[in-house]
């Protein structure tokens, strides 16, 4: 059993932590940096602890002073939210050994799905389709040539440690993967401190589609349907829905057995997502993220289930509260409401002078923002997720429009208005969605 919970992060995922404590009856510790004293997030925890400055290297990344926040406070667990410490394997370990309850799964499997070139040779290995590439990480430009060669042009470069969308690059031929492969290992070495690079097939219209998986310590490992990540920019996601307009009940099937497997493979447990890329015809792993998504409210919206809630009562020890897949009802669409320039998407911190929440059924906020709340410069852009929810997707992209029009943020410029306008892009309405619409969506304008 746990009974208080640290929370290694900050921001609306911070709340939406404290939200589910508070439901479970857990105490709650917040730590913060020296940037975030006065945040929602720390205001709303039972105990505050200041972790050090405002650059997260400092603070937010730093194990040695998080850890010892438990300690003085005494919480018996830690939950990581997304991003910062979430997927570090070490720092589960360590949380581990000092006797504290780790949110999220185990360490290994963290681990094995960390290094994504692994985690492709693992789940192939379970009969997950993958996309045709390298299994181990290329060792020369010329193998890597090689290996573009046999499988054909064009093909994308990878960081192993990757996340983020950094150290990708896309190489249409030889000459500029050759090129590529020296930037794109330099780009990862600086974002993750290993040069490691794969490669693999290159698919020009995909959709992304994920699945949520949820698994207990007690050996049932669920999936909870799907969520269409297209709408994306810069390999970022900006709009997710549930369920996907392409995906029919067959296909859901099919890839939410895809997912357990790649769960089953390394002993899961907690909230994960496996992501998948579907080119109409066949769906292909593409990785395994083994912490809460930021787009976790969307399958929250269609089955009903509070999936911060499930990880707390299964960190406790306690099974799931659902034993099969539960039944999709309706649809959700979830914006993410950034600090940033709509058609640069430069960021755009400062203070928010004006806040109006929409009103009306089917709308869920979930943000850290008030009135008078400085952006850091820190951190990253989202201020706010704007969640709508409607019987059918019609319904959920009319309330939409209501709620984005309703929904005022003064002082920053945000991505609001884009939203707008992609939700009246008639491919947006019709559901024509893939990894390439916000390309053709600014080519268009
Ligand atoms: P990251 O972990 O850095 O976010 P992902 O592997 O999840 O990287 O990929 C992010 C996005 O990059 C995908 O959603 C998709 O748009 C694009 N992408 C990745 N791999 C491929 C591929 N093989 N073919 C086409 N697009 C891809």
């Known amino acids: 059993m746990i009974s208080k919970v640290l929370i290694a992060n900050r921001g609306e995922i911070a709340l939406r932590i404290i939200a589910a404590c508070r439901e479970a009856g857990l105490a709650t510790v917040a730590v913060h940096s020296e940037a975030d004293r006065d945040s929602l997030h720390v205001r709303m925890a039972d105990e505050t602890v200041c972790i050090g400055p405002a650059y997260a290297n400092v603070s937010y990344l730093n194990i040695t002073a998080v850890i010892a926040a438990a300690e003085i406070t005494g919480a018996d667990a830690v939950h990581p939210g997304y991003g910062f410490l979430a997927e570090n394997a070490h720092f589960a370990e360590v949380v581990g050994e000092c006797g504290l309850t780790w949110i999220g799964p185990p360490p290994e499997a963290i681990r094995l799905m960390g290094d994504k070139a692994t985690a492709r040779r693992t789940v192939a290995a379970h009969e997950v389709p993958i996309l045709p590439g390298s299994a181990e990480p290329l060792t020369s430009r010329e193998k890597a040539v090689e290996l573009a060669e046999s ?6 470069l990878k960081a192993s440690a990757g996340g983020g969308g950094k150290g990708m690059r896309v190489a249409s031929d030889a000459r500029e993967l050759r090129h590529a492969f020296d930037t794109a290992r330099h780009e990862a070495e600086r974002a993750f401190g290993v040069a490691d690079v794969y490669l693999e097939k290159y698919l020009t219209s995909p959709r992304h589609i994920e699945v949520q998986v949820m698994a207990d310590t007690h050996g049932r490992v669920v999936a909870l349907g799907e969520r269409e990540c297209s709408i994306q920019r810069r390999h970022q996601k900006l709009i997710e829905e549930a369920p996907s307009p392409v995906v ?8 939410c057995e895809a997912a357990q497997k790649c769960a089953e493979a390394v002993g899961y447990v907690s909230a994960g997502t496996v992501e998948f890329l579907y080119d109409g015809g066949e769906f292909y792993f593409m990785e395994m993220n083994t912490r809460i998504q930021v787009e976790h409210p969307v ?3 269609v089955t009903g289930i509070d999936l911060v809630l499930e990880q707390l ?19 959700a669409i979830e914006f993410r409401i950034n600090a940033e320039d709509p058609v640069t998407f430069a960021p755009s911190p400062g203070t928010i002078t004006e806040l109006c929440y ?20 820190y951190y990253d852009s989202l ?15 009319r309330r939409a429009g209501r709620a984005l029009s309703m929904l005022v943020v003064g002082g920053v410029k945000t991505s609001i208005p ?15 969605l893939s990894t390439q619409f916000m390309e053709r969506f600014a080519q268009r304008d």
């Open 151 to 156: 499988i054909g042009f064009p093909v994308i």
């Open 248 to 255: 029919d009940e067959e296909l859901r099937g099919r890839m």
């Open 299 to 301: 399958t929250e919206a």
């Open 313 to 331: 009562q299964v960190a406790g020890g306690q099974p799931l509260s659902f034993r099969r897949r539960p039944k999709i009802t309706g649809h």
């Open 358 to 377: 929409p009103v009306g059924p089917g709308v869920r906020i979930d943000t850290h923002i008030t009135k008078g709340y400085r952006v850091p410069p």
């Open 383 to 397: 201020l706010a997720k704007l969640i709508v929810s409607g019987r059918d997707r019609r319904e959920a992209i």
């Open 418 to 432: 884009l939203h707008q306008r992609i939700i009246e892009d008639p491919d947006f309405v019709e559901g024509r």
